[in-house]
Antibody
Framework: QVQLVQSGAEVKKPGASVKVSCKAS????????MHWVRQAPGQGPEWMGA????????NYAQEFQGRVTMTWDTSTTTIYMELSSLKSEDTAVYYC?????????????WGQGTLVTVSS | EIVLTQSPGTLSLSPGERATLSCRASQSVTGSYLAWYQQKSGQAPRLLIYGASSRATGIPDRFSGSGSGTDFTLTIRRLEPEDFAVYYC?????????FGPGTKVDIK
């Protein structure tokens, strides 16, 4: 069965960076895009971007351009999302979410979420 | 960017009642690539409906979706106790993917 298992909670200071991992299993790793979605406390989800493990193409939301980097490691079937220059407003739960194809496919499986807290 | 608006913000109903949730887009959603997700407290969103009207794997048939263009609806035919949650619509036809602000379905 498809499983996405994310790394544990993080506490960071403003200006620092955070790197969240998402280990995929139960499907052919290179088949699918992996998206990152965050959700601030009490808010709706917000799409951050996506990466294809086949070839590494990325598509980042404009709001995060220059601050977010998505990478992958085929040997460990793990996707990473790194967010830099953290601000208090980046405090949120960060989810990885698979999409079975390229554009035009929904996010059918989600990780359990990783809470990132940014506080001085 | 396509902005999604959901109404109502909160829907207070009793088990067994019918729930009708609305999602309106600021411009036409490409290919009717509109999804509905259910989210319970402390959990990740769960895909219910994709392509505006197709149920995801394992989703009971009391959940149905309809609509096209800019107006979409999620209907829960008879609410079960486990259906009380927050529901989000998402368009995934255009980049960036966007979500609505959610409709909370709570127990009356």
């Amino acid at each position: 069965q498809v499983q996405l298992v994310q790394s544990g909670a993080e506490v960071k200071k403003p200006g620092a960076s955070v790197k969240v991992s998402c280990k995929a299993s139960g499907y052919t790793f290179t088949c699918c895009y992996m998206h990152w979605v965050r959700q601030a406390p009490g808010q709706g989800p917000e799409w951050m971007g996506a990466i294809s493990p086949r070839g590494g193409s990325t598509n980042y939301a404009q709001e995060f351009q220059g601050r977010v980097t998505m990478t992958w490691d085929t040997s460990t079937t793990t996707i990473y999302m790194e967010l830099s220059s953290l601000k208090s407003e980046d405090t949120a739960v960060y989810y990885c979410a698979r999409a079975s194809g390229a554009a035009g496919t929904p996010n059918d499986y989600w990780g359990q979420g990783t809470l990132v807290t940014v506080s001085s | 960017e396509i902005v999604l608006t959901q109404s109502p913000g909160t829907l207070s109903l009793s088990p067994g009642e019918r729930a009708t949730l609305s999602c309106r887009a600021s411009q036409s959603v490409t290919g009717s690539y509109l999804a509905w997700y259910q989210q319970k407290s402390g959990q990740a969103p769960r895909l219910l409906i994709y392509g505006a009207s197709s149920r995801a794997t394992g989703i009971p048939d009391r959940f149905s979706g309809s609509g096209s263009g800019t107006d979409f609806t999620l209907t829960i035919r008879r609410l079960e106790p486990e259906d009380f949650a927050v529901y989000y619509c998402q368009q995934y036809g255009s980049s960036p993917r966007t979500f609505g602000p959610g409709t909370k379905v709570d127990i009356k």
